[in-house]
């Protein structure tokens, strides 16, 4: 029972990452702004990162199973990569600061390779697991940037956008 109950703690992380971060909504300023083409719909997101942070929860709980002394620093990167993505949504969602969102995306995905890299250390399916949100960071990050430069920012005016 004890193996079921860590992954309900796992799980229980990445479910109250995601209700906190999401209490930071996108919004009427977030619908204004000029977006990409390539943008995906607006329900698409919330399946997506459902998806990521079930795979997250369950390679986090893949390598505390593993009992290696490695494992407390791997998820280490791990709760620091959940931490990030709500400061992301606060930054972006209730700031209004597609700049500095984006500048805290690209460490968020510096984290997230670091991350996956001790996981696989720990054990290969476990960072297998974290590659498709390394993936969606990715992409995020470049959507980010997209937005923030399509609505006048830039890294002249980073202070300002």
């Excluded at 795979?55 to 593993?66: E, G, H, P, Y």
Aim: aromatic share 18%; glycine share 8%; with cysteine.
């Amino acid at each position: 029972m004890d193996r079921y109950l860590s992954l309900g703690f796992f799980l229980l992380l990445v479910v109250a990452a995601s209700a906190y971060g999401g209490t930071f909504e996108a919004g009427a300023w977030y619908q204004m702004l000029n977006k990409p083409e390539w943008t995906p719909p607006p329900w698409l997101y919330g399946p997506v990162w459902a998806v990521l942070y079930v795979l997250m929860a369950v390679a986090a709980w893949q390598v505390w199973l593993s009992g290696r002394s490695i494992r407390v620093g791997a998820l280490t990167w791990w709760l620091l990569v959940l931490l990030m993505n709500v400061a992301w949504s606060w930054l972006m969602f209730e700031l209004h600061r597609p700049g500095w969102a984006f500048m805290l995306l690209v460490l968020i995905v510096a984290v997230a390779i670091m991350c996956t890299r001790a996981f696989f250390l720990v054990k290969r399916q476990a960072g297998t697991l974290m590659i498709p949100l390394v993936l969606w960071l990715a992409f995020a990050a470049y959507l980010n940037y997209a937005i923030w430069t399509m609505n006048a920012g830039g890294f002249g005016n980073l202070l300002g956008g």
